[in-house]
């Protein structure tokens, strides 16, 4: 009777171990197929990047209305073609020096 439970009980732990055994496998095999999709899949970019990214949107819309004020006084008020150009080109040259002064969070 003893010898009988004794190979029942081997044979419920063989076949735990088999079922453990195919259960790694699929694990393992699960993992290696998500680690081969994580490398071959370009990183996602969450929220904005570049420049402009430091900046919220109303600063955004800000600069370009200011900027197309500035430069809307400058074709208003200039008569001289050759200045008015020179003064859009100063303008331009000197935006991100303004907007850096005027809008920099670091102090």
């Known amino acids: 009777m003893s010898k ?9 732990a063989a ?6 055994a195919v259960r790694r496998r699929r694990v393992a095999r699960r993992e290696r197929r998500r680690a081969l999709v994580r490398r071959l899949t370009p990183p996602l ?10 900046h919220t949107r ?5 600069i370009v209305l200011l900027t197309g004020l ?13 200045l008015r150009l020179a003064l859009v080109g100063l303008l ?3 935006l991100p020096a ?8 670091r102090t």
């Not at 076949?15 to 453990?20: F, T």
């Not at 970019?45 to 430091?54: F, I, K, M, P, V």
Request: aromatic share 4%.
């Open 98 to 105: 303004i907007v850096v002064i005027a809008l920099d969070r």
């Open 70 to 82: 500035a430069m809307a006084g400058i074709w208003i008020f200039v008569d001289d073609l050759a």
């Open 15 to 20: 076949e735990l171990e088999r079922e453990r």
């Open 45 to 54: 970019r969450r929220g904005r990047t570049g420049r402009l990214a430091r």
């Open 4 to 12: 009988e439970r004794a190979r029942r009980r081997e044979a419920r």
């Open 58 to 62: 109303g600063e955004r819309a800000a």
């Open 92 to 94: 331009l040259l000197v």
